[in-house]
């Protein structure tokens, strides 16, 4: 270990000290961005970058656990990723489903897919469906894997499958249109049954949501972070807990 190592890991345990645990958010959604930049940077490979990004999510869910957050949300492949170059696309699919095993055979999480599960190659989507369902007993952090995921993507898919459960039970469009509600249609995300964000950390300082969960993060805080994904430490994760509860959120009151 070197100084600057002990620094930060002083720092961190300063910070970590005084955090109130009370005022941890419960979810909390990350856009995981600039591995490819991180990997430019360190005159890497795209793929390398993916993969240190990769396993830096092991590292980030022990930190949530730690600090008693409950549901993680990670933003792992757009559906605007999807249209990349298949070069491009399939290596990095497969670190994606490399890390969703990995997920699953910790042992420690509930893993959750979150995105339209069509437009994902049947290898991939076999992978998330396996994670789901061999992870659905456990006790630990909920973790949303948001693959072939967008915000826009969601809130269509969430109306769809609204008006296709009414048309079964053979309801009305003029009863229908009575009906609907904010939390009629939440009931349809693909978070349903889920708190929504409290705060949305998004890395490589990029200020801008992209379209991630843009139902569900009405009220949540945001984080941003000049720190590209692969390169995230600990101390940055608190910095942000730190930086959420310092914060009074008023809800529009």
Known sequence: MNLRDLVYGLYARRVEGRLDHAQVPKHIGVILDGNRRWAKASGGTPEQGHKAGAD??????GWCAETDVEVVTLWM??????NRP???????????EDAVKALASDGRWR?????????LPARTQTVLKEAEESTRGNAGILVNVAVGYGGRQEIADAVRSLLLDHAE?????EELAETVSIDLISEHLYTRGQPDPDLVIRTSGEQRLSGFMLWQSAHSEYYFCEVHWPAFRKVDFLRALRDYAARHRRYGS
């Open 111 to 119: 893993v959750h897919h979150v995105g339209t599960m069509d437009l």
């Open 77 to 82: 492949l757009s559906t605007d990723n999807l």
């Open 86 to 96: 298949e070069e491009q696309l399939v290596p990095l699919l497969g670190i994606i």
């Open 169 to 173: 039970r053979g309801t009305g469009f």
């Open 56 to 61: 830096k999510i092991r590292e980030l869910l």
